[in-house]
């Protein structure tokens, strides 16, 4: 099955400055691929996603970008700002099956003042 | 639009009794909704996926006779943890994909997630 890793596992960095967070996968069959923000104790909440036909989407301060020959994915948080401070999990999908998640391990973000 | 809820949020529960969960689409119909675990500060587990109107697909390892799920209806799934032990204590939340909204198909919309304690 899909196996997803994460890093790094936490993250620190000051207001104002880029945070990236980086994701691999092993199944190649994989096509979709979302991240997450969970804040303590609450849902987990869908940022930004792409889809295995585009190398690179952006949403204001948010990116990802994805290289499928290395699979591979990033997100880049520009500007950061303290409610930015959460866990960020990414994620991958493949066809079929329901298009079941599997989940990376988190990062746990804090943006210091 | 695509808005999720779990009931209940947070339950405590005797050992050997059974918990029921329920997960909710509000908005849209989800024939397929998904139920995870989570531990504290790790990540999500698939436990299984439910599918409205047939058996539920479960995740290698999880007993299905302990958790079990019915997807009666379009709009509800539910997730039964049966004679309930400590270590089933957990966050348990659920999902529903909703494949005519604005996001893409395989976007998946999370609950609240439930906390369960099991004395």
């Known amino acids: 099955g899909e196996n997803v890793?994460?890093?790094?596992?936490?993250?620190?960095v000051q207001e104002g400055d880029s945070a990236v967070i980086k994701c691999t996968y092993s199944d190649s069959a994989s096509n979709y691929f979302p991240w997450y923000k969970q804040e303590l104790g609450k849902r987990p909440q869908l940022i930004i996603d792409i889809r295995s036909n585009v190398g690179e989407k952006k949403d204001q301060r948010i990116a990802v970008t994805l290289n499928k020959t290395a699979k591979h994915f990033?997100?880049?948080?520009?500007?950061t700002q303290p409610e930015d401070s959460a866990v960020?999990?990414?994620a991958a999908s493949q066809p079929g099956g329901g298009n079941k998640l599997t989940f990376g391990t988190g990062t746990q973000l804090k943006v210091e003042l | 639009g695509a808005v999720v809820s779990q009931h209940p949020s947070r339950v405590i529960c005797k050992s050997g009794t059974s918990v029921k969960i329920e997960c909710r689409s509000l908005d849209f119909q989800a024939t397929t909704m998904f139920w995870y675990r989570q531990f504290p500060k790790k990540s999500l587990m698939l436990m299984a996926t439910s599918n409205e109107g047939s058996k539920a697909t479960y995740e290698q390892g999880v007993?299905?006779?302990?958790?079990?799920?019915?997807?009666?209806?379009?709009?509800l799934s539910t997730l039964t943890v049966t004679s309930a032990h400590p270590e089933d204590s957990s966050f348990y939340i659920c999902s529903a994909r909703n494949p005519s909204g604005r996001g893409t198909q395989e976007t998946q919309y999370f609950g609240p997630g439930t906390r369960l304690l099991v004395l």
């Open chain 1, 5 to 12: 890793e994460q890093h790094p596992s936490t993250l620190s």
């Open chain 1, 74 to 79: 990033s997100l880049h948080i520009t500007e």
């Open chain 1, 88 to 90: 960020y999990f990414c």
């Open chain 2, 63 to 75: 007993e299905k006779d302990k958790f079990l799920i019915n997807h009666a209806s379009l709009t």
